[in-house]
């Protein structure tokens, strides 16, 4: 049996945020160790308590969550984006509140603590804007040394954006933090929206979720509802892109790619029309590819096999045992317990 | 029989230049009545020379040329691509020096001239940098009224640049030019690499060329063994992509886009990674394009038909007729009958 890598998860939950820590739990081939949240689908705050109340409906209120960066690096935080994921960032379905508290340090901080801790194994999630983690880089600037691997959703590389024309909404909520994690001595593996587009969660796959048995992929299931119809004016169906989890199962080794070329990339950090864009050089393209000295950005264009079946299915095995768990973990959370 | 239409033709002769101007020239289609130059694979009057000597040995000497922007709107001229044209432009190959003279306007003075002589009826095929599009409309703002259409082989949509990651030679010499190109009350149909770097001659295209008994062909024939050896750069065989050629077949209507979506289009003209990106907005993909209100930029993306044979076809018929009338012309200009 495979040991599971730790994951310290980024994110700003969000429906395909919690679909994403949802699969991340039920995967065997990851143990998430902690947690931190940033403004992003909705604030750093509001993420982190939809975050708190999905681990302790998974059973997994152990799990530490840090609030990160309510602002980006330059400018503020614009308020999120309620039309695509709801006013409570999880599509308003409503969650039990959590009896866990947060962590009593930085997203930034825990991230460092954490890098630090597993020394060398540790694997970075960022799945919002990148402003915590280019504070970790600030805080520790051996950081790229300390990690395993660092896989971002967000970017655009040959896709249109979906903020701007160019601009994906993570590295648009902050390009001056994205640029820095780009320019940091690291691999990374940028899971644009050039793959999570094409990567699309069907009606059918949201019954699945909502005949579960589990507490969780019903809930899932239900927020699907909410994004199904934002995407339905993306589409032109009711489905929905897979942007966060597809990074999930990347970065845990459960979903290969099928072509993913290791190119230059910057950020666009102008105030131009290109704000925002992740400016990859994809002029390989002719030619396959071919091998570029000083590339560090591994681009994942297109899959092996289609995400949804292996998504779904993940999903679904945070059925009865997670409720049972839940119902203990809420038990003893209850009971002052688990409270950090 | 079709009347063919008037066209001015704005271009930086260069080796795909010429085989736009050869395919105008060959097209019953069209009806070139001015050209005008621009600095951009080579300076604007080395361009007016290589296009001279390839009217005179086209039999076209009559049709007026004029030398257009040495510099762009901002900036200066960087001194062309002679390691993808050759330092002559035309793949150095010797053409006789064309007795005919250059006209005694600008080429943006020619374009209005033009314009408001052939009032509604002009079309406009521009195959350069922008900048004498963009004097042009300075010179006479009503010009967007006095046109029948704009055809501009230029920048990307979703395909990679080719001089950065996201700019195409033409608008990345001129992005000024071309972003008051684009803002103007006119629409624009745009040529970008996405559809020009997948309509490739290949070599048993260059050597039908090669064997016509045509001056012009056999000429062009021979700038494409030059042409074809920086493309074995990009594609990994000797081999070319047809930009200027694939525009001009366009604006005559010969050629029939498949995909075509009309979308708001803007120019980066910072000075940040995006400058001189066409800013394309393609987001209505994933929904099939649905039309854009204010939307006026015609971004081709694809063809009804591989335009090579087509092409190749129609250069061949500059064969013997042409040579006839040329040395007709040439002895005509060398006795002074056609100094301008």
Redesign the interface.
């Known amino acids: 049996m495979t040991t599971p890598s730790a994951f310290y998860l980024d994110c700003d939950t969000g429906i395909d945020d919690a679909l994403a820590l949802a699969y991340l739990l039920a995967s065997p081939l990851a143990s998430v160790v902690g947690i931190g949240t940033v403004s992003g689908n909705v604030s750093a705050a509001v993420g982190a308590r939809n975050t708190l109340d999905l681990l302790e409906l998974a059973g997994h209120a152990h799990i530490p969550v840090a609030v990160g960066a309510h602002h980006p690096l330059a400018g503020s935080f614009g308020g999120g984006a309620p039309w695509v994921h709801g006013e409570n960032g999880i599509g308003e379905v409503s969650l039990a509140p959590a009896a866990a508290s947060l962590a009593g340090e930085s997203a930034a901080e825990m991230l460092v603590r954490l890098a630090r801790t597993h020394a060398g194994s540790l694997k970075v999630l960022a799945i919002g804007p990148l402003t915590n983690i280019a504070e970790a880089l600030r805080l520790e600037p051996a950081l790229p040394s300390l990690v395993d691997s660092v896989t971002v959703m967000g970017g655009a590389a040959?896709?249109?954006?979906?903020i701007?024309?160019?601009a994906e909404a993570n590295i648009w909520h902050d390009p001056e933090a994205a640029a820095l994690v780009l320019a940091a001595d690291w691999d990374v593996t940028l899971v644009p929206l050039d793959v999570t587009?094409a990567s699309v969660l069907e009606e059918p796959h949201q019954q699945q979720l909502l005949a579960s048995s589990g507490a969780v992929p019903r809930a899932l299931g239900e927020m699907l509802g909410y994004y199904f119809r934002f995407y339905e004016g993306?589409?032109?169906r009711p489905c929905s892109a897979m942007h966060d989890p597809l990074a999930a199962a990347l970065a845990v080794g459960a979903v290969r790619p099928a072509l993913a070329p290791v190119v230059?990339a910057?950020?666009?950090?102008?105030?131009?029309?290109?704000r925002g864009?992740t400016?990859?050089?994809?002029?390989g393209?002719?030619?396959?590819y071919p091998p570029v000295a000083g590339a560090r950005c591994r681009v994942v264009l297109s899959l092996e096999e289609d995400f949804a079946p292996h998504l779904v299915d993940t999903l679904l095995t945070l059925g009865e045992d997670a409720a049972v768990l839940d119902s203990t973990t809420a038990a003893l959370a209850s009971a002052g317990a688990l409270t950090r």
Chains 1, 2 share one sequence.
Request: aromatic content about 6%; proline content about 9%.
């Open positions: 040959l896709a249109p954006g979906n701007t024309p160019v587009m993306i589409y032109g230059r910057a950020v666009d950090t102008t105030s131009g029309p290109g864009q400016v990859c050089d994809m002029r393209l002719y030619a396959g």
